[in-house]
T-cell receptor, first 110, second 115 residues
Framework: SQKIEQNSEALNIQEGKTATLTCNYT??????LQWYRQDPGRGPVFLLL?????KEKRKERLKVTFDTTLKQSLFHITASQPADSATYLC?????????FGTGTRLQVFP | DTAVSQTPKYLVTQMGNDKSIKCEQN?????MYWYKQDSKKFLKIMFS???????INETVPNRFSPKSPDKAHLNLHINSLELGDSAVYFC??????????????FGPGTRLTVL
């Protein structure tokens, strides 16, 4: 069956460290994958898109990798700040639709 | 200045009632979507319209009927509301449809509670 898995447990890290979030998928062949941030009571906000032929994408303190062999994307936030605390959703393309993972809640402590 | 707006933000109603949620985007996008986010935070697409035409219709009860009067608006009407319809409904838009791998812009959500 098709699955997208993100760590359901919250990730707690100290300010200044690098946060690494994982998105694994099974029985999909996405042409691209996106990452979104969602704050409580708000809609998701787009962060980064990475295509199947790209290994890595960066935007300021954010970095995304996409390994189509491992069927995995990693999302890194370097020099994390308390303001980065939120739920992060990965979403992959499947037959012209975005399929979202359930998200990982990140908590950055000062 | 709000890019994608939804009304109402909260909706509390009794089982069996009919209700509507409205969505408007001022981004000039061609494609709009409705998503449902359940209590476990699982965000699932329901419908998508491109230039007022329905292009995605997931397995959704036919009590749910989207309507797009123009490409800036996509409304969602729900008949005979059931307890299981309680969720947060998000409207979203994107510049292009489907496989053009473009980002989606989400509204603030409508929290529907069916009693």
């Amino acid at each position: 069956s098709q699955k997208i898995e993100q760590n359901s447990e919250a990730l707690n890290i100290q300010e200044g460290k690098t946060a690494t979030l994982t998105c694994n998928y099974t029985n999909y062949s996405p042409a691209y994958l996106q990452w979104y941030r969602q704050d409580p009571g708000r809609g998701p906000v787009f962060l980064l898109l990475i295509r199947e032929n790209e290994k890595e994408k960066r935007k300021e303190r954010l970095k995304v990798t996409f390994d189509t062999t491992l069927k995995q994307s990693l999302f890194h936030i370097t020099a994390s700040q308390p303001a980065d605390s939120a739920t992060y959703l990965c979403a992959l393309e499947n037959t012209d639709k975005l399929i979202f993972g359930t998200g990982t809640r990140l908590q950055v402590f000062p | 200045d709000t890019a994608v707006s939804q009304t109402p933000k909260y909706l509390v109603t009794q089982m069996g009632n009919d209700k509507s949620i409205k969505c408007e985007q001022n981004l000039g996008h061609d494609t709009m979507y409705w998503y449902k986010q359940d209590s476990k935070k699982f965000l699932k697409i329901m419908f998508s319209y491109n230039n007022k035409e329905l292009i995605i219709n997931e397995t959704v009860p036919n009590r749910f009927s989207p309507k797009s009067p123009d490409k800036a608006h996509l409304n969602l009407h729900i008949n005979s509301l059931e307890l299981g319809d309680s969720a947060v409904y998000f409207c979203a838009s994107s510049l292009l449809a489907g496989a053009n791998n473009n980002e989606q812009f989400f509204g603030p959500g409508t929290r529907l509670t069916v009693l």
